[in-house]
């Protein structure tokens, strides 16, 4: 993010404010701010009189105001960092006064996961005027291949579309889990390799050929073989593939499939726009339209959440994951 750049080239630059409100759903960006400035903003020698990290289910308002207050011990600035300061959540305006008139010589870090200031109030424009206020947003699915590519890319790496998306598919938009995995494919992979779904399958333990990205795809072009291969494959490893994952992901498709219909205008922007998708998988889309018509697609969105109830122990009869999963890719496909 462009806004995290300018955050660290500006703390590089010594332009440094008193006050980094970190906020927001996406708690991997909260995490990289301050544990920059953890590591950067005072020398190694400084930080054992200087830095303190405070939580905040153990600390009040007026704990951290008083911590903040205090001057530094033969260093120019302290530097105090609340973390999971969501959970001062009812009393965090109390610190209004403070934002008001912050002490110039301590960097206060206030790490707000998951929720975010009232722009309304006057404690958020005080900590926009007086300090940097941050908010981390969540990435939709569709931009987080881009961002794996980027990441990558600041370490001299690169990465094929499809191995971006089978870690999607398997990770989720959890940025965090994600870097981490990508860490571990660092330590063992030169730089300035190209990380291939091979790379993926050896290192990572996703199979590039046995996976839902795989699935979706063989069942939107009506590949009965390969979708009873990825189907049966699934039934033998229910650990590592769980119905309710598969089902969940189905289930998006054929929605998404459903809206894909309804659109007048079915080029690849316009597609890809609409549904909130990568543009790498509008292809998919246009494919699965010819081979499911919109009553089809309808039909299978009522049977991926009958399924779904099934799958949770409702009127299946004890039958196993593997079989009502065989059963569901049978009445899809016919």
């Known amino acids: 993010m462009e806004k ?20 927001g759903e996406e708690p991997y960006y909260i995490d990289a701010l301050s544990s920059y400035i953890e590591k950067n903003v005072l020398l190694e020698e400084e930080r054992g009189f200087n830095q303190m990290v405070l939580y905040g289910r153990d600390v009040s308002i007026d704990d951290i105001v008083s911590n903040a207050k205090r001057y530094p011990m033969m260093a120019d600035r302290q530097v105090v960092l609340v973390k999971e300061a969501q959970d001062l959540s ?12 912050p002490q110039l010589t301590t960097v206060l870090v206030i790490c707000y996961k998951y929720k975010k200031l009232d722009k309304r109030k006057k404690l958020y424009k005080l900590i926009e005027k ?10 939709y699915d569709n931009q987080v291949p881009d961002w794996i590519r980027r990441v990558l890319a600041g370490k001299n790496y690169k990465i094929t579309q499809k ?11 959890d940025l965090g889990k994600i870097n981490n995995e990508l860490e571990k ?3 063992v992979l030169p730089k300035g390799t190209e990380i291939t779904p091979t790379d993926i399958e050896r290192n990572i333990g996703i199979s590039k050929d ?5 699935l979706r795809k063989a069942i939107g072009e009506r590949d009965v073989l390969k979708a009873n291969r990825i189907v049966n494959y699934f039934a033998h490893n229910p650990k590592d593939n769980p119905m309710v994952v598969t ?14 219909h309804a659109l007048s205008d079915k080029s690849q922007f316009s597609v890809a726009k609409a549904l ?3 543009p790498y998988f509008v292809k998919e889309y246009q494919v699965a339209g010819k081979n499911y018509p919109m009553k089809k697609v309808s039909q299978v969105v009522a049977l991926l959440r009958e399924a779904d109830v099934k799958s949770k122990g409702v009127g299946a009869s004890n039958l196993p994951q593997g079989d009502l999963l065989k059963e569901l890719l049978f009445k899809i496909m016919h």
Do not use: C, D, W
């Open 130 to 139: 007086n300090g940097v206020l941050f908010e981390s947003k969540k990435l």
């Open 90 to 101: 009812r009393t965090i305006e109390k610190l209004e006064s403070y934002a008001a008139n």
């Open 163 to 173: 191995a971006a998306l089978m870690l999607v598919e398997f990770l989720g938009t």
């Open 276 to 278: 909130k998708v990568n």
């Open 185 to 187: 494919l660092q330590l």
């Open 210 to 214: 046995y996976n839902n990205f795989e």
């Open 4 to 23: 995290v750049k300018e955050i660290v080239s500006n703390i590089k630059n010594g332009q440094i404010k008193p006050i980094y409100f970190l906020m």
């Open 247 to 260: 089902i969940s992901l189905l289930h998006n498709f054929f929605s998404q499939l459903l809206q894909y």
